[in-house]
DNA sequence: GTCTATAATTAGATAGAC
DNA sequence: GTCTATCTAATTATAGAC
């Protein structure tokens, strides 16, 4: 018998890795089904086929889980990189078309994850702004060039967060179950409205 | 001394009615502000101070408060009922002021209490669904008289969770103070468009 | 009607054996 | 790494005295 206790070869990970990753998995399921209020530590662990003490040993708090569940894979995914490198031409289908497949696929999304968690944890609340501010309104505000730039950029959060509300939190009809093509026939020109349209007028 | 126990003269009003309403009041503010799962029955008893004890013996549990609450006082405010007797014309701007007028002046609205609570908690979900296909959905689409009648008045759901959410849960700027002007002024034509204008084309 | 217990449950978190 | 056991604190809710 050679001692493997000490070697630590990788016939198979020896380990945790594989454990907190089925947290994580687990985590961010939850966390978006149900915010972060709603789901508790123990609901994770038991999900995830573990004991709740793992969940602690590896991301010390729940909020520790949660910041780790809400931190993106690779920093920014591509598909929303595309939304603004390609200009403001057809910018307003590109924004509603991206949101709709990051969502529709899986709620495990910081977006939703954020949005359900907000309304009851302030923490969530702040980080929620800032993941807006730094994701959209940052770089939408980029591509204008007008004074009311971060005003119409903000019309554009509203169309975002009002299509995530109603879609996948609330599941208001016909909103929840239209397809993603009508979606884009119909936000689409909206968001492009608010971000190049004119204005009627200043109102005094 | 007459004998006062028995004869109930109003001189001032004896009791619970005042402490009933006291709760009330301080448990619309507090769902209002944190949502039903961030809310305590505890809290509201000490904001209103009074017992625990006394929310339960007046609302039998903290459900039977959160429905208390959200019960609105003259079953719709004659605001609300302006928006949709003065047919479509200027429904945009109408729909948008009366949101804000309403929502700045108190968030104690069930509108705010129910997307607060609805992310965390399922009952709250489904009031909140009733609540918008009642108030909102069903009178909208009586206005109208296309076949996509329904979809343009989710459209407009979708613009009022989307500000009510921006302005006054995650509190995005500049949405979040801007005056009710240059919202009406913004997002009037838009609310506008969404039940009155064309639909460019189908897509397939 | 109002308050003082207090029961019953649940959640986040820690210590320590294996 | 993983689990058992446990602590602490908070919450909903009830029983009963005044």
Redesign the pocket.
């Known amino acids: 018998m050679t001692e493997e206790g000490t070697h630590r070869r990788p016939g198979r990970w ?7 990753q089925r947290i994580l998995d687990t985590a961010r399921d939850l966390f978006g089904r149900h915010g972060y ?1 709603g ?5 994770v ?1 038991t999900a995830a ?10 991301f ?6 949660f910041a780790a569940a809400i931190e993106m894979s690779a920093s920014t995914p591509p598909a929303i990189e595309s939304i603004f490198t390609d200009g403001l031409d057809g910018i307003g289908e590109r924004v509603i078309r991206t949101l709709l497949d990051n969502l529709d696929n899986s709620e495990r999304t910081p977006l939703v994850m954020l949005t359900r968690s907000a309304p009851t944890d302030n923490q969530s609340e702040t980080l929620l702004r800032e993941f807006i501010d730094r994701e959209i309104t940052d770089r939408l505000a980029a591509l204008l060039d007008t004074p009311d730039a971060a005003l119409r950029a903000g019309m554009v959060n509203v169309q975002i967060l009002g299509l995530a509300v109603a879609r996948y939190i609330v599941r208001i009809e016909p909103i929840a179950s239209a397809s993603v093509e009508e979606l884009v026939t119909r936000f689409g020109p909206l968001v492009q409205q608010c971000l190049t349209g004119q204005v009627g007028d200043h109102a005094r």
């Open positions: 020896r380990s945790g890795a594989e454990s907190k209020g789901t508790t530590v123990r609901a662990a086929g573990v004991d709740p003490a793992m969940v602690f040993y590896f010390g708090t729940k909020q520790g889980l």
